[in-house]
């Protein structure tokens, strides 16, 4: 399987493109790996790529019970940023961002990140002030934010509503030019092929239905094609971390709940830049196809369904009308709906678990897509060295029962209040 | 879109409704600190039946206790939280 070049396409034009290879094996489990990996979403297939790459930890598996990429990884809105308020988020989601500008050479495959600018509206003179201080701290951390006028703003979206008796007036913007969106089943894909050709086992249509314990050791998964001993593993599987956790006799500090997200026909380009809003809960953009694509809130009542109620949808849609009239003309093609695993101060919870060799990756509530490759790159370093790495700290297991919650929108320790 | 037998109004749209946490949340005043961090901050949350408190926010504005299955979303049975339920 060589690497993918602009050479290989025009050699492949003589060939009639017939030296196209599948992207990765199709192995079948063996019966012992140092590294197992519950889940082939995003943040699974990124922290093995980077155990193989960075590590030399080549002895990996990562197990997913139905395809790869085929939860939250293809299911969210492809936004990326890093415009975090409190210091351990923005180490975080910062290491993350600096990775993505750089992941489709890395991988030598595109994930077409696509660094359009990610812009907070503010509705009102508190939210720009809250806007302005929250721009203040990430400029003081070393990540870019601009505060945009009205008259600016009008330059970059001139499609909002900027009149004064719109339903949410806009009093202005901030504003991280290095955000954007990226295609997220070949942040999937890209990372696969990666880490496969690295050595790691990718092993489909294998569901983890057991953990084995030794004392305190966890020390193998029992899985619908058998028993796989294990070194350490590593539970990277979003909205059922709580599931299979719980076969370790843990119990998390997640709730479940169902976030939507919708698209509608493609059209082409209006919206410049990813839309968010300060006081709505309401994310607009447009995909490369031309679709524009619409997120909300999470449901906020627990839920493993998949799919969402019409009451979430209908409350974004209608704040994206009102931002931005002109998609009233669009016609909706899809909804869908991914299961999150809402931690009880919004921030994920990664690090070791007090199952000896039983290490979580989860509890990113709505913002796991963003993080995929920084999770990735310091969940395996983490890994390698048998200890958090420093970044992660405040995200560990034990920071509610420690009174340490990392709560960027402080609204106190309720999943459902998001 | 639930529908959601109130036991007090009949059945009404889950718009009414809003959910508030799951009964095995609920910490008694006089419980032991390391009990009461646990029922606060970690869930059991099935995949599959779970009891819930709900409450009719946008109606008659009462407390009520729900079964519920957590992915067919389908109810069992709707009570009002008083003396006999979760005192």
């Known amino acids: 399987m060589g690497r993918y070049s602009a050479f290989g396409l025009l050699r492949g034009a003589f060939n009639g493109q017939s030296h196209w290879q599948p992207a990765w094996r199709h192995p079948e489990p063996k019966a012992a790996y140092d590294v197992v990996i519950i889940g082939g979403g995003g943040h699974g297939l990124a922290t093995a790529y980077y155990l193989a790459t960075q590590h030399g930890i080549r002895n990996v598996a990562v197990l997913e019970k139905g395809y790869i990429g085929g939860g939250n990884t293809g299911r969210n809105t492809t936004i990326v940023r890093s415009n975090y308020r409190q210091e351990a988020l923005s180490r975080m989601y910062e290491t993350s961002l600096k990775l993505w500008q750089t992941l489709s050479d890395e991988l030598n495959y595109n994930v077409m990140f696509s660094p359009r600018g990610a812009l907070f509206l503010g509705h009102s003179d508190s939210d720009m002030i809250r806007l302005a201080e929250k721009g203040d701290a990430m400029r003081t951390q070393g990540v870019d934010a601009e505060l945009l006028s009205v008259d600016q703003l009008r330059k970059v979206e001139p499609l909002l509503d900027f009149s004064r008796d719109a339903r949410f007036p806009i009093e202005g913007g901030m504003i991280q030019w290095r955000g954007g969106t990226a295609r997220h089943d070949a942040v999937a894909w890209g990372f696969a092929r990666g880490a496969d050709m690295a050595g790691v086992d990718i092993i489909q249509q294998c569901e983890v239905t057991g953990i084995v314990r030794e004392g305190n050791r966890a020390v193998a998964v029992e899985t619908t094609r058998g028993r796989i001993n294990a070194g350490t593993i590593a539970i990277c599987v979003a909205g059922h971390s709580g599931q299979v956790a719980a076969m370790a006799g843990l119990k998390l500090p997640v709730e479940s709940q169902t976030l939507q997200a919708m698209v509608t026909e493609g059209v082409k380009p209006m919206v410049n830049t990813v839309v968010m809003s300060q006081s709505l809960h309401c994310y607009i953009n447009q995909s490369d196809k031309g679709g524009i694509v619409f997120g909300g809130d999470p449901d906020n009542w627990p839920s493993y369904a998949q799919r969402g109620q019409p009451m979430t949808l209908e409350g974004a849609v209608a704040q994206g009308l009102a931002l931005m009239p002109a998609l009233s003309r669009l016609r909706m093609l899809r909804c869908w709906g991914g299961v999150t695993d809402m931690s009880f101060d919004g921030s994920p919870i990664i690090g070791p678990t007090p199952v000896d060799g039983l290490w979580l990756n989860g509890g990113w509530c709505y913002g796991g897509f963003k993080a995929t490759p920084g999770s990735g790159w310091l969940f395996a370093h983490s890994l390698a060295h048998g200890r958090a790495h420093e970044i992660l700290e405040p995200f560990s297991l034990d920071r509610f029962e420690r009174g340490a919650p990392v709560d960027e929108n402080g609204v106190g320790p309720m999943p459902n209040h998001r | ?87």
């Open chain 2, 1 to 87: 879109m639930l529908n959601i037998a109130c036991p007090h109004c009949g059945p009404r749209a889950q718009s009414e409704f809003v959910y508030e946490r799951t009964a095995d949340s609920v910490v008694p005043l006089d419980a032991d600190p390391e009990v009461a961090v646990a029922a606060l901050f970690t869930r059991t949350n099935p995949k599959g039946w779970d009891e819930e408190i709900w409450r009719h926010t946008h109606g008659c504005g009462s407390w009520l206790l729900m079964r519920r299955h957590r992915v067919s979303h389908a109810i069992e049975w709707v009570k009002p939280i008083g003396p006999e339920v979760l005192p």
